[in-house]
């Protein structure tokens, strides 16, 4: 009977820690793995989405050929031949001629760096001023949350493409200004979307250990909360990038934008409409690559916040 209780083994498992004892580390550490697994999680489930695979392709395209359109272009894009103005789409121009005989294919290689960067640069903009205002508002609480939500209100009162042909007007022109013009009108969708993560992270535990051990502000909010509350905001840049391209094309077409000779896709069809009959052609093609760049970008980033969406996990 001895022998047999000898034999006779024990295994206690280890309760875990009540949330008050818990380290700053401790929950930092497990958050850390928690995050890196949900983000293997992501990944696996984006690429299994065809739509995913085939716009981040698309996508990759544009950027290869705007990266490279020095090495790809046949011409300058510059390079005016009026003997053949208007010509039609050959071996010799792919995509044919403008009205001052430019080749429109390497114009619209180079236009897509203009384009691309236009919707880049407008809405790294608005992200960065969101993620100031908003994770401000969100943090803080209170009366500065009041106030800043106040002037949004009064921000999304005016329509974006409204306020942006304001912007434009006022200060004419050119890359810089319709960047300006495009980023304002999205800063009320970043400062909302970052502010309802933070007012929803704060609470979480880590959260509260880092202030027990007196971290400063700006170190919990930048270190611990922005981190975990970035995600909804990159799915949201990723879907506004294609609608800001959008927007500075229908400026340029106004004539309020980028404007001719710049290669910028807005910028062409606008040259193009007055022969818009004649040679319709010549606006085919840059709207042609703004429907095909927008469509990528949204079949991309609407497949990026499925992935994204716990609820869809299976």
Known sequence: MEAMTN???????????????????????????????????????????????????IIAIFVFAAIFAPLIAPYDYEAVDIANRYAAPSLEHLCGTDEFGR?????????????????????????????????????????????????????????????????????????????????????????????????????????????????????IIFTHILPNAVAPMIVSTTMGIGGTIMGAAGLSYLGLGIQPPTPEWGAMLTAAKDSMRTHPLQMLWPGLCIAIFVLAMNMFGDALRDAMDPKLKN
Not at 32 to 50: A, H, P, W
């Open 7 to 57: 034999q006779v083994k024990f295994h206690y498992k280890t309760p875990p820690k009540p949330a008050s004892e818990i380290t700053s580390d401790e929950a930092l550490g497990r958050e850390k793995v928690k995050k890196q697994s949900q983000f293997g999680e992501v990944m696996k489930r984006l690429f299994k989405n065809k739509s995913a695979v085939i716009g981040l392709v």
């Open 103 to 219: 080749d429109i294919f390497s114009r619209l290689l180079y236009g897509a760096r203009y384009s691309l960067a236009l919707g880049l640069c407008a809405e790294a903009f608005s992200v960065v001023f969101g993620i100031v205002v908003g994770g401000i508002a969100g943090y803080f609480g209170g009366w500065v949350d009041n106030l800043i939500m106040r002037l949004l209100d009064i921000i999304q009162a005016i329509p974006s493409i409204l306020l942006s042909i304001v912007i434009s007007t006022a200060l004419g022109g050119g890359f810089f200004n319709t960047v300006l013009a495009m980023g304002v009108g999205g800063i009320a969708r970043g400062v909302r979307t970052i502010r309802a993560q933070f007012l929803q992270v704060r609470e979480q535990e880590y959260v509260e250990a880092a202030k027990a051990i007196d971290c400063s502000t700006p170190k």
